[in-house]
């Protein structure tokens, strides 16, 4: 074995850990700047978000977009009030961090004129791809979307979506009334 390679214990998950219905990596391999490769690992199996814990049971202002008439009602809605839509991918690492940060401005500066709710790509795509389709947005997941009247009026995808930039676009276009 070369002198920079970590040796890799034995077990009967082979440098895997199962989560859900995925199998996910317990080592990351990094690149340390000099053309070598360490190994980082995690002294406790990484615990993923399932999607069932997502939608829903996690917080009960995070509505749950399950099926295409839940989409319609929430457009609909969003001609009242604005509503904040988060599409997550729970096998990404980036949506658990966006996830994270939209959790942290609920906890912190949720709005209450606001609702909130989340769609998870990969147990509900058909409601994905018609966000996507309907609201004339590109697919991209983690993606923030606040549509006021039917129309997206600001977004942010990957590490744009940010506790502080949610925040901010909901005290622009708050104080912005819709047009239907």
């Known amino acids: 074995?070369?002198?920079?390679?970590?040796?890799?214990?034995e077990g009967p998950l082979n440098g895997?850990?199962?989560?859900?219905?995925?199998?996910v990596p317990r080592y990351i391999r990094v690149n340390?700047?000099?053309?070598?490769?360490?190994?980082?690992l995690s002294p406790e199996p990484r615990r993923c978000r399932k999607p069932d814990t997502i939608e829903g049971a996690m917080r009960p202002d995070l509505k749950a977009l399950r099926h295409l008439s839940d989409l319609d009602r929430l457009l609909d809605d969003s001609t009242r009030r604005?509503?904040?839509l988060f599409k997550h991918s729970y096998s990404c690492g980036t949506s658990a961090e966006a996830l994270d940060q939209l959790i942290e401005h609920l906890?912190?500066?949720?709005?209450?004129e606001?609702?909130?709710?989340?769609?998870t790509v990969q147990t509900h795509r058909d409601v994905s791809n018609a966000v996507s389709a309907r609201l004339g947005v590109r697919h991209e997941t983690p993606q923030a979307l606040l549509i006021r009247a039917g129309k997206v009026v600001w977004s942010a995808s990957h590490f744009r979506v940010t506790a502080e930039a949610v925040a901010r676009a909901l005290d622009t276009h708050l104080a912005t009334p819709s047009r239907p």
């Open 16 to 23: 895997t850990i199962r989560v859900g219905v995925e199998t």
């Open 107 to 112: 906890e912190a500066s949720r709005h209450p």
């Open 82 to 84: 604005p509503v904040l």
């Open 32 to 40: 340390t700047g000099v053309g070598q490769f360490g190994t980082l």
């Open 114 to 119: 606001t609702d909130y709710a989340v769609v």
């Open 1 to 9: 074995m070369p002198a920079f390679e970590e040796p890799r214990p």
